[in-house]
Structure formats: structure tokens, C-alpha cells
């Protein structure tokens, strides 16, 4: 059987499809300016991802990750998610959003099949929640995630990027909201892109007194399975929820990785932090196209490298993380 497998024996279950590169926020460390509209927003159609993601279920991948930019700005998004529900073999569907429409949004979300939603909160404190995103929403994205929460089918995570000198001190309000909810909340460490230079060198933080804190607290750290982010996890027996950390500057964060990425305009990337990346649309314009696309990823994923090389400062063709979804 065909199989997403690199030269370095590292298997490929997990894709990330941004559906969209516009979005309504304006976060410090990813779109400062807000988004500046190209002139041309040309994205994947549903029809080019049924096709894209019939050809990835063949390939073996389970679990497919919504993103974007804000994907919830589709008219059309729960129409995808039906479509790719349709499609048997993938078993995870899964949603990252700003949370900006949740509080309406939450009950189709729950009605179309997610699984699981992932929602940026880089702040519990409204007026620095503002203060990052460009939006006072903390409160109505906290209502649309306690609605979801409703539905315990749904896994709920959230994402905080760590920023220095301005939310390194909420590890208290990350402890009560996880003491009785049973949600991951996530700190991620600042990465650097082509556009972030300047933010990064003044609010990089490494996220390793992050983890020593959790862990003297006693939480503990738990296994990953096949499909799961790039979050190290820890649970605590007194706490219903848990505490994850995305390092991705640490030694060996790539050699588990397990996902690949297609941008919204239909370009496989083998790596956040990678060059360019292949048009993929000419092949997903018809179902009869499926197995020559099949051939394609699977020619295409030889070329995948070991690892990234954001230590160096290197940081491929992303500009920011809202072209490709983080
Ligand atoms: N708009 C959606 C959102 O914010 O959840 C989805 C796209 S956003 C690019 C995906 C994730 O990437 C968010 O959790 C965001 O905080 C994170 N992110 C964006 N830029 C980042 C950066 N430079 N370093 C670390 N995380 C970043
Ligand atoms: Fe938009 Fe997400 Fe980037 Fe914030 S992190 S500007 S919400 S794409």
C-alpha cells in the first residue's frame, strides 16, 4: 500500500489545510497591520479539497486540521467539514481559530462533526487580550469555548504564544481555568518569521521555565499518539484539564514530526519553515486526477529535510504564520 513516509522513517497521518490567508485580527507577533488584502484571493475551492483530501485519506492520513488565516471568515466552512466528513477513513477533524465568531458559531460546529477545536487565547486578561489581538473578544471567545465544552465529544485546546515581559506571568490563571475544565491549554514558544524580527527579539521566551514550573507544581508528562500535535502534555491528577508546551526551538522537536501542510492556495509544504512549496491545483480539478496527485505527494515528500533551521535563524519563505496556518 501507498504510504506518507519519509526518507527518515517518519510517517505522515496528520494534515494542515489553511482554507483561507485573510483574517480579521490583528496579533503583535503574526499580522501587526492587520491583513493586506493581495490582489488576488484565489482560494482552494470545496471541490478542490474534497479532492485534495480524497487523495490524502488514500495516502493514509487520519486527522485534518482546518486553519488559515481565520478560517472561520468562510461562508462555506461548515459546508467543508461535511464534505470532508463524508470522507470515511479520516477519523479527526479538527478546527484553529481566533474563536471571534465561536460564540454563534459554536452549536454548527458541534452539528457539521468537528472533533476537536483549538482556540488562540494569548491572554485571560481582556485588556491584554486587546492589547495583542487588535480585539476585546476574550469574553464572548470564552463563551463560545464553554459551549463547546457543552458537547464532551469535542476536545478543546487552547494556544497562547509566551510572549516576554507581557503574559509570562499567567501561569495562575491557566492553573484555575484547568483545575475544573477539561481543556489543553497550550503555551507556545515565539517563533520567528520573515516579517516578526524585531517583535521576536524583544518578546522571545523559551519555554523551559514554563515546563519546570508545571512539573514542580506535579504535573506529569503523558505519551503522544500517532496523530497528535507538537505539544509535549501534562496532566496532574488533581486537575481535570492539561497543560501543553510547543518548543519548537528544542532538540528533536522535528524528529516526531507527523504532519504535513497545504497553504490555501494549494501548495504542499513539507515544512513550516521551508522554501516555497508545490502547486498542487492543476491535480484537483477532477476526481479521475486523484492517483496521478497520489503520485505526486508521494515523489514530492523525498524531498522533505530532517529538520528546520529556525536555531540559525532561518526562517524559509513564511513571511508570517497566518500564510500557512502555524
Ligand atoms: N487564525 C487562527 C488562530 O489564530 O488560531 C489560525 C491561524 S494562526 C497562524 C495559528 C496559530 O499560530 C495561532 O495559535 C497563533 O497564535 C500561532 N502563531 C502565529 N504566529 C506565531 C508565531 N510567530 N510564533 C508562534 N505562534 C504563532
Ligand atoms: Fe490572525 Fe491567527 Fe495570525 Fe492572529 S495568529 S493575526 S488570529 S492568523
Same mark, same amino acid.
Given at each position: +500500500?501507498? $504510504?506518507?513516509?519519509?526518507?527518515?522513517? %517518519?510517517?505522515?497521518?496528520?494534515?494542515?489545510?489553511?482554507?483561507?490567508?485573510?483574517?480579521?485580527?490583528?496579533?503583535?507577533?503574526?499580522?501587526?497591520?492587520?491583513?493586506?488584502?493581495?490582489?488576488? +484571493?484565489? =482560494?482552494?475551492?470545496?471541490?478542490?479539497?474534497?479532492?485534495?483530501?480524497?487523495?490524502?485519506?488514500?495516502?493514509?492520513?487520519?486527522?485534518? %486540521?482546518?486553519?488559515?488565516?481565520?478560517?472561520?471568515?468562510?461562508?462555506?466552512?461548515?459546508?467543508?467539514?461535511?464534505?470532508?466528513?463524508?470522507?470515511?477513513?479520516?477519523?479527526?477533524?479538527?478546527?484553529?481559530?481566533?474563536?471571534?465568531?465561536?460564540?454563534?458559531?459554536?452549536?454548527? *460546529?458541534?452539528d457539521a462533526g468537528l472533533d476537536a477545536i483549538?482556540? @488562540?487565547?494569548?491572554?485571560?486578561?481582556?485588556?491584554?487580550?486587546?492589547?495583542?489581538?487588535?480585539?476585546?473578544? #476574550?469574553? /464572548?471567545? *470564552?463563551?463560545?469555548?464553554?459551549?463547546?465544552?457543552?458537547?464532551? %465529544?469535542?476536545?478543546?485546546?487552547?494556544?497562547?504564544?509566551?510572549?516576554?515581559?507581557?503574559?509570562?506571568?499567567?501561569?495562575? @490563571?491557566? #492553573?484555575?481555568?484547568?483545575?475544573?475544565?477539561?481543556?489543553?491549554?497550550?503555551?507556545?514558544?515565539?517563533?520567528?518569521?520573515?516579517?516578526?524580527? $524585531?517583535?521576536?527579539?524583544?518578546?522571545?521566551?523559551?519555554?523551559?521555565?514554563? /515546563?519546570?514550573?508545571? $512539573?514542580?507544581?506535579?504535573?506529569?508528562?503523558? @505519551?503522544?499518539? @500517532?496523530?497528535?500535535?507538537?505539544?509535549?502534555? =501534562?496532566?496532574? $491528577?488533581?486537575?481535570?484539564?492539561?497543560?501543553?508546551?510547543?518548543?519548537? =526551538?528544542?532538540?528533536?522537536?522535528?524528529?516526531?514530526?507527523?504532519?504535513?501542510?497545504? /497553504?490555501?492556495?494549494?501548495?504542499?509544504?513539507?515544512? #513550516?519553515?521551508?522554501?516555497?512549496?508545490?502547486?498542487?491545483?492543476?491535480?484537483?480539478?477532477?476526481?479521475?486526477?486523484?492517483?496521478?496527485?497520489? #503520485?505526486?505527494?508521494?515523489?514530492?515528500?523525498?524531498?522533505?529535510?530532517?529538520?528546520?533551521?529556525?536555531?540559525?535563524?532561518?526562517?524559509?519563505?513564511?513571511?508570517?504564520?497566518?500564510?500557512?496556518?502555524?
Amino acid at each position: +500500500m501507498l $504510504e506518507l513516509k519519509d526518507q527518515f522513517g %517518519r510517517v505522515f497521518p496528520y494534515l494542515r489545510l489553511s482554507i483561507t490567508e485573510a483574517c480579521n485580527f490583528r496579533c503583535q507577533y503574526c499580522l501587526p497591520n492587520g491583513f493586506q488584502k493581495p490582489c488576488d +484571493m484565489n =482560494y482552494l475551492t470545496q471541490s478542490e479539497i474534497t479532492n485534495l483530501i480524497s487523495a490524502f485519506a488514500q495516502l493514509g492520513t487520519k486527522k485534518i %486540521r482546518l486553519t488559515g488565516g481565520e478560517p472561520t471568515i468562510r461562508n462555506d466552512l461548515i459546508k467543508i467539514i461535511g464534505a470532508i466528513r463524508d470522507i470515511k477513513t479520516i477519523e479527526t477533524i479538527a478546527l484553529t481559530t481566533n474563536g471571534y465568531k465561536l460564540e454563534q458559531q459554536a452549536q454548527s *460546529l458541534i452539528d457539521a462533526g468537528l472533533d476537536a477545536i483549538n482556540v @488562540s487565547i494569548d491572554s485571560l486578561s481582556a485588556y491584554k487580550f486587546k492589547a495583542i489581538t487588535g480585539h476585546d473578544k #476574550l469574553q /464572548s471567545i *470564552l463563551n463560545g469555548l464553554f459551549e463547546v465544552a457543552k458537547t464532551k %465529544r469535542i476536545k478543546i485546546k487552547t494556544n497562547s504564544v509566551l510572549l516576554k515581559g507581557f503574559n509570562d506571568d499567567e501561569l495562575p @490563571s491557566i #492553573l484555575r481555568m484547568v483545575k475544573n475544565n477539561n481543556i489543553t491549554m497550550r503555551f507556545i514558544e515565539l517563533m520567528r518569521t520573515g516579517d516578526n524580527k $524585531e517583535y521576536f527579539e524583544k518578546h522571545h521566551l523559551s519555554t523551559d521555565f514554563m /515546563s519546570e514550573q508545571i $512539573e514542580e507544581i506535579g504535573f506529569k508528562r503523558i @505519551s503522544r499518539n @500517532s496523530v497528535s500535535g507538537p505539544a509535549r502534555e =501534562y496532566a496532574h $491528577e488533581d486537575y481535570e484539564g492539561r497543560i501543553g508546551i510547543i518548543a519548537p =526551538y528544542s532538540k528533536d522537536f522535528c524528529a516526531s514530526c507527523n504532519r504535513l501542510r497545504i /497553504s490555501a492556495r494549494g501548495e504542499l509544504k513539507l515544512c #513550516l519553515f521551508g522554501d516555497g512549496g508545490l502547486d498542487l491545483r492543476p491535480f484537483l480539478q477532477s476526481e479521475n486526477q486523484i492517483d496521478e496527485l497520489k #503520485l505526486l505527494i508521494l515523489k514530492t515528500l523525498k524531498f522533505k529535510l530532517p529538520t528546520h533551521n529556525l536555531a540559525g535563524g532561518y526562517t524559509g519563505s513564511t513571511k508570517h504564520l497566518a500564510q500557512i496556518g502555524g
